[in-house]
């Protein structure tokens, strides 16, 4: 077994991973025996059952899978005294909440949302609605076999029950114990449970009408939970994300109560249900919107979160989809977004381009298509993808007219290797050679610039959405790089009117640093002209397709092959000529 793994789960239950934090909570659960061991053998049967039916790599790989059997378990053992049938109903409960999990992560991921611990609370709900026929199990609903206890001011050891409660331990000495873990690991959790905790008493006691009543509040660990998954986990810490969590705190108030009187009738617990519901809408809407303060990349804590965010903007940019112009040469920017023209609301985020010469986009006057410099140039292709759709039978405006019925006028979408979609819109006439299905590379030739559909002279129109659908909402992106005033920028977006070029890219020079799995690299370390050391890297990927080089101390360092680029964007491990790699 994985104990490492299993102590983390643990740890998993507070959003954090940290083997040794998990190994402090499987003690601290001691201060009430049957709570401990419950979990404990509710881990046991997960497993067991996880290797019955071959899904141990399953979950080994995703720890929700453990910490909400374990939470099940525990929620049990408050319950009911441990005896040989409650092992039985632990063992059953576990198995269906491992299958339960499964189920909710494959239909969640679809729209990449965590299940958080949505899988528990519906369990136990069953499993709470079932113990009202088993009287030969039952024990009582509070169960008060916790063996260590303090009191303490109403004020704080309501937040210390609170925090315990999480754990099936609703008392101060649990409480203190995991505050202390909490934050030895992580400040920003810690400030968050404190703030998230009193933040939610003070609006419930606004709506009760009594401080004191929302603070016997059982339930009010869930404002601590939502408070320290969108304050620190989902979003990153920042004071905008504070207010945010705050909002979601005050929401878990009243979707509290109000789950707590539906509850009643039958004399269920509202467990996390709150937390479940607040956290999962503000996840789904946020990314749904992309919003900036989202979480992309969740590390162990909230501080190293915000760090590997904060050293990935400054090294790459804006976290956005990142395609390349969809040109060769000098074009100008004729619309941003947000612009004054076509560039609204769900338009909003979309670039045009022209070619200009002495500030004209056309020679003469103007009066002919092939009068503007941009007219029968070609449209590259802007990511490596397959086409999904196109048209390219309208025919191109003449110079004062548009076409107001077929908006998007001739167009093809192309989906990216890293699943968004391009769209690229106005273009000529019958210019299209390519089919449905087929697989282009970045810079391939595609199509060229026309005037037809609402267009009112040649240009290139180019967005990035989620959908292959024409037109469809869309989103935020930036040009991977670009030169702009004798300057390679990189991850941006150009201001109107300025003058950029794309970068063709190098393909000898990606061939030499695509670098195959499992290949070797030796070196020397010279020093005073002689060699002091011989050291070797490998090239490996992990499971998530990462690669990285890795040398004999297991240290790693990652990086990112692309056709216009090659960086090394994180590092793992101590002291090593890696590390020094990675810092230049």
């Known amino acids: 077994m994985n104990i490492s793994l299993f102590a983390k789960s643990y740890a998993n239950i507070l959003f954090l991973e940290n083997k040794y934090v998990g190994v402090a909570l499987i003690f601290i659960t001691f201060i009430n025996p049957s709570v401990a061991i419950s979990g404990i053998l509710a881990l046991i049967a997960t497993v067991l059952f996880a290797e019955l039916v071959d899904l141990r790599s399953e979950y080994l790989g995703q720890g929700f899978y453990l910490y909400n059997s374990i939470l099940v378990g525990m929620g049990v053992g408050f319950l009911f005294e441990p005896s040989v049938l409650s092992v039985v109903f632990i063992a059953i409960l576990s198995s269906f909440t491992f299958l339960f999990s499964y189920m909710l992560n494959r239909l969640f991921y679809i729209y990449k949302i965590p299940i958080l611990s949505l899988p528990f609370s519906v369990v136990t709900i069953f499993a709470y609605l079932a113990s009202i026929k088993y009287s030969g199990l039952f024990v009582g609903l509070v169960n008060s076999k916790a063996i260590y206890d303090i009191h303490l001011p109403l004020e704080l050891s309501a937040l210390l029950k609170s925090i315990g409660t999480i754990f099936f331990l609703p008392n101060t000495m649990a409480g203190i114990l995991i505050l202390v873990l909490i934050l030895a690991v992580s400040r920003v959790v810690f400030f968050m449970a404190i703030a998230s905790f009193y933040f939610g008493v003070a609006i419930h006691s606004y709506f009760l009408g009594s401080f004191e009543q929302a603070l016997y509040s059982a339930y009010s660990f869930n404002y601590i939970l939502v408070g320290v998954a969108l304050g620190g986990i989902f979003l990153l810490p920042s004071i905008k994300n504070f207010l945010l969590a705050l909002i979601g705190v005050a929401i ?21 249900l709150p937390f479940n519901f607040t956290v999962i809408t503000f996840v789904f809407v946020l990314s749904m919107i992309y919003y900036k303060g989202f979480n992309y990349n969740i590390k162990s804590t909230p501080e190293k979160s915000l760090a590997s965010y904060l050293s990935s903007l400054f090294r790459f940019g804006i976290n956005e989809a990142k395609i390349s112009p969809p040109f060769s040469g000098e074009w100008s920017v004729y619309q941003v977004f947000n612009d004054e023209w076509t560039h609204k609301g769900n338009y909003k985020h979309a670039y045009d381009f022209v070619i200009e010469k002495d500030n004209k986009t056309y020679k003469n006057q103007g009066l002919y298509l092939e009068d503007y ?13 397959y086409i999904v759709e196109f048209r390219h039978d309208l025919p191109d405006n003449q110079i004062g007219s548009v076409d107001r019925i077929n908006n998007w006028g001739n167009y093809i979408i192309i989906k990216s290797d890293f699943g968004f979609y391009v769209e690229i819109s106005h273009v000529m006439q019958y210019s299209i050679k390519l089919h449905v299905g087929e697989y282009v590379k970045l810079n ?27 037109g469809a909402h869309t989103r935020g992106f930036c040009f991977s790089e670009y030169y702009s005033k004798n300057r390679i920028i990189f991850n941006s977006l150009p201001n109107k009117n300025e003058i950029i070029e794309s970068i063709i890219a190098d393909k000898s020079m990606f061939s030499r640093l695509n670098f195959i799995l499992d290949e070797s690299f030796k070196y020397e370390v010279f020093k005073d002209d002689k060699i002091i050391e011989e050291i070797e890297f490998v090239a490996v990927m992990n499971t998530l397709g990462e690669f990285y080089f890795e040398d004999s101390h297991k240290n790693k360092l990652y990086f990112y092959t692309h056709i216009n680029l090659f960086y090394f964007y994180n590092y793992e491990g101590g002291d090593s000529y890696l590390k020094y790699i990675f810092k230049i």
């Open 252 to 272: 878990s108030v009243v979707l509290t109560d109000s789950i707590e009187i539906l509850f009643n009738y039958y004399a269920i617990p509202v467990f996390t």
């Open 444 to 470: 391939d030739v595609v199509a060229k610039c026309g005037n037809s559909g609402y267009s009112p002279q040649p240009h290139i129109h180019i967005q990035v959405q989620d959908t292959p659908n024409l």
């Open 373 to 385: 410099y941009c007219f029968g140039e070609s449209v590259l292709a802007p990511v490596n993808g």
